[in-house]
């Protein structure tokens, strides 16, 4: 269905039984769930389509090692339980990730740790062999009866300095476990969202469309036309994360504060010498002050993160200069000989962590996991279920939690579950690839080395992107792997408005730093053509992307030495 469909069978038909206000992870894990029931819902994003935090993630799918210190023992199963969910269902973007913790002490953190637990500390300390291998144990525990990677194993000195070289010579020992890391975590969103339009007629999805009320009711705005229409759902499911507690006043909710987000900052990098050092690893480590950090290979370039600081309004978020150095200097420490100059940061985002109302004073005492509650229903507006906390990897569950307790309150039952369910080309993925590519290739004449790259972009719906671009043009676009007919493909089908959701979302051009004013133009006169832009209107939207990509993502593509290179530079 298409945008002016829905939104015409919405003028037709406004009452429905769910509407659900959020379009991130969480909002499409329960609007899946619903759709597959049967349930008529109705999920309206602001903007588009896990473009806030869910698309500000660490790109890690993990249970969480540094919650079992703060005594989150179920949601550390529950998370390993859906990583591994997640390495089954959606295995074309979801990955085994090894991950190195270097140590630099045996007994440290023993004494703070035990105080922390028991909620008598909120400082962070650093966490020495002892510590890491109590933690890790556990972990080895709680996926015993599932086994689908190694168990952890420890290094020495001399082993972790031959493996890593440029690795802090400070380090004494490292531990290896595994976790899993996710690819394309925008692009998976998508596929689910579509998934469950799919499956159901009955369930309908809008990006770029406000809901707010007035003295009749809850109103959509579509920001797009600027027309409003009414919508009358006998539930309404707030899954806004960050955005709850503005969200509730939006629509007229009588609810206390629900919401305490923090800020999680990170930069990628394009440096060999240091994606080399890592040897294929995330390396997984305390910076100099105890607060824990991240970098790993990310698609041929290395993330490094994060930060955790507080936020007032998530709408102003992004990654600060302060915060930049943060990374940088925590950088230093674990690889001291290693030096990154600002031209090889080429891009940088920030996120907000949807986490729970606290006073705590040290953000990682903050609990991470998730709950539900009911604002009951006032005057116009109908009882309003809110979704609170959660982290990415847990979003299936989540999603489930919450459509368990709407179909309560609806009076329905659940007809089918999803702990086992394929997403989108995860389905029928092949255990070998290397045919399967082989086949793909010679069906629809590619090839077998542009058959790998659609199937790491797409997953088994490759075919289908195969198959479309056998009837179009597959030119590729300047300085870039991606084709003039895949950008059409998904501008077509994707539910595209903007510049910003084909280079920020359904690709990775820009997160990998591969974004110039040439390919903007390219894609521009292909959007323009698509929509029936005029050349005012799309002048406006270049500007708009252009300045979005300086402001939130240190991209500055008005600078030509940087762009001739393809590189992105960081901005002053």
């Given amino acids: 269905m298409t945008r002016n469909e829905t939104l015409a069978a919405l003028r ?67 998370s390993l339980l859906e990583r591994d969910r997640l390495l089954r269902n959606a295995p074309h973007y979801v990955a085994p990730l090894p991950t190195t913790v270097p140590i630099f002490d045996i007994f440290s953190g023993i004494a703070n740790g035990a105080v922390r637990f028991l909620g008598l500390t909120r400082r962070p300390s650093r966490r020495g062999a002892v510590v890491i291998k109590a933690g890790l144990t556990l972990y080895d525990v709680f996926t015993a009866s599932r086994r689908l990677m190694p168990v952890h194993r420890f290094r ?19 531990a290896t476990y595994y976790d899993a890391w996710v690819s394309r975590p925008e692009r998976l969103g998508l596929e689910m969202l579509n998934d469950a339009m799919a499956a159901s007629p009955s369930a309908q999805a809008l990006n770029y469309v406000q809901v707010g009320s007035n003295a009749d009711g809850l109103i959509l705005t579509d920001t797009i036309s600027g027309e409003t229409l009414p919508v009358r759902p006998r539930l309404v499911i707030n899954a806004t994360g960050g955005w709850i507690d503005l969200t509730n006043a939006a629509i007229g909710a009588a609810a206390p504060r629900m919401m305490g987000g923090t800020k999680g900052s990170h930069i990628i990098v394009d440096n060999r010498e240091l994606y080399d050092a890592l ?55 674990v690889f001291p000989s290693i030096e990154i100059a600002p031209e090889e940061i080429v891009f940088r985002f920030a996120g907000v962590r949807p986490l729970p109302a606290s006073d705590d004073s040290f953000t990682g005492r903050i609990p991470r996991d998730h709950f539900c509650e009911f604002v009951e229903a006032s005057g116009h507006l ?38 086992d369910m394929a997403i989108g080309g995860g389905r029928n993925f092949p255990p070998d690839t290397v045919v399967w590519c082989a086949e793909l290739a010679a069906e629809h004449k590619i090839s077998e080395a542009r058959a790998q790259v659609l199937l790491e972009r797409y997953g088994t719906s490759a075919r289908d992107v195969a198959a479309g671009l056998s009837v179009a043009s597959d030119a590729m676009l ?91 530079a960081i901005c002053a």
Wanted: a negative charge.
């Fill in 12 to 78: 037709e038909r406004p009452d429905i039984a769910v509407l659900i206000i959020g379009g991130g992870i969480n909002g499409i894990s329960v609007f899946r769930e619903l759709a597959l029931q049967g349930v008529d819902v109705l999920l309206a994003e602001k903007g588009d389509y896990c473009g806030g935090a869910s698309a500000a993630l660490s790109r890690m799918v993990h249970g969480g090692l540094r919650y079992l210190e703060n005594g989150e023992f179920k949601l550390v199963k529950e």
């Fill in 279 to 333: 040897a294929g690893q995330m390396i997984y480590y305390e910076n100099e002050d105890g607060r824990i950090c991240i970098l790993f290979p990310y698609l041929g370039k290395v993330l490094i993160g994060s930060t955790d600081i507080r936020v007032d309004d998530p709408d102003q978020v992004r990654c600060e200069d302060d915060e930049l150095q943060y990374i940088l200097q925590s950088l230093a420490f």
């Fill in 156 to 174: 020495g000195a001399r082993e972790t300095l031959k493996t890593w070289p440029a690795i802090n010579p400070a380090t004494r020992s490292s």
């Fill in 382 to 419: 109908p009882a309003t279920l809110c979704m609170i906390g959660g982290k990415w990897t847990t979003f299936r569950s989540f999603g489930a939690l919450a459509a368990d307790m709407s179909l309560e309150r609806l009076g329905l039952s659940r007809k089918v579950g999803t702990e």
């Fill in 478 to 568: 300047p300085g870039c792997d991606y084709s003039e007919g895949e950008i059409r493909l998904i501008v077509e089908r994707e539910q595209v408005e903007t510049l910003a959701d084909i280079f920020l979302r359904r690709t990775t051009i820009a997160i990998t730093g591969d974004l110039t004013s040439e390919l903007v133009d390219a894609v521009l006169d292909l959007l323009a053509t698509r929509k029936n832009w005029d050349a005012g209107q799309a002048s406006r939207e270049r500007a708009a992307f252009l300045a979005l990509l300086k402001h939130q993502h240190g991209v500055d593509l008005s600078n030509p030495s940087k762009t001739d290179k393809k590189r992105s």
